[in-house]
């Protein structure tokens, strides 16, 4: 699905498109500020911040349910101390 998220915003890979840039770069055809201004530079800052995000997300997706665990987990151990302490004043 990222994939496809990725294609339909015309969006470039800095590993990917590098290849492809360098590659005219090299031939030639386009000069190096072209190279870093318009594609590498912006194109490494979305890669970074799109990255961190999407790891975030997943990192996030994952440990949701531990932590809904172990509060559950919380909350009823204090309602059995709760309890012990009613029946020790009876």
Do not use: C
Request: no cysteine.
């Amino acid at each position: 699905m990222m994939t496809w998220l990725v294609a339909l915003g015309d969006l470039a890979h800095i590993v990917v498109g590098s290849v492809e840039v360098l590659y005219l770069v090299f031939a030639g055809t386009l000069p190096w500020q072209e190279f870093l201004w318009p594609f590498a530079l912006p194109t490494l800052l979305g890669n970074i911040t799109g990255g961190t995000l999407i790891f975030a997300l997943i990192s996030h997706a994952q440990i949701r349910n531990d932590m809904s665990e172990a509060a559950k987990a919380k909350a009823k151990a204090e309602q059995k101390r709760k309890e012990k302490a009613q029946k020790k004043q009876q």
